[in-house]
């Protein structure tokens, strides 16, 4: 299965995140890890590789920190078995109604993770984002799963393998 993921997942392995985001993190990385047949979808550039390139020099010193970055890039970023990265010239455009959508609301800034989802099998976003869910809940095609939901189903089946 390919989905995305946005900005939870570097923010939650910062040192500074509380220990419950850092739990949640590391049991999805390491589920995912897993799986053989799961990769996340990524645009380049985006705010997620971004987060994910600054935290991982910025929290250098912490070291719990660095080797969960460094792991996520080298297994995850650097892997094509797990990442799938589309650049912004392959982005497809986005279907006119849910541009519309994505720019009422101030969610504008969320519009690479639907040309990221156009990418995936699913077309699965993994957001914290409530907001975003509730006002793009109905947008064909594309499902929203708030993470909580998602991790409760994701890591029962990590499990089962």
């Known amino acids: 299965m390919d989905f995305v ?3 939870w997942l570097p923010e939650y392995l910062r040192p500074t995140a509380n220990p419950e985001e850092r739990e949640k993190a590391s049991a999805f990385l390491k589920a ?3 799986k053989s ?3 996340i979808v990524v645009l380049e550039p985006s705010d997620f590789l971004r ?3 600054r935290f991982r020099k910025e929290f250098d010193y912490d070291i719990e920190s660095r080797g969960l970055y460094k792991n996520l890039i080298k297994a995850i970023l650097e892997n094509s078995d797990k990442c799938l ?3 912004e010239r392959e982005a497809l455009p986005l279907p006119m109604e849910l541009q519309e959508k994505l ?3 101030n969610f504008s ?3 690479y993770l639907f040309q990221a989802a156009l990418y995936s099998d699913s077309k699965i976003i993994v957001t914290t984002d409530e907001r975003l869910q509730n006002h793009l809940a109905d947008t064909p095609g594309f ?3 708030l993470l909580d939901d998602f991790l409760t189903k994701y890591l029962v089946a990590a499990q089962e393998l």
């Open 5 to 7: 993921v946005n900005e």
């Open 32 to 34: 995912f890890i897993t």
């Open 37 to 39: 047949n799961d990769r």
């Open 51 to 53: 987060k994910i390139h």
């Open 85 to 87: 990265q589309i650049t």
């Open 103 to 105: 720019s009422k609301g």
């Open 109 to 111: 800034s969320d519009t």
């Open 143 to 145: 499902q929203l799963f």
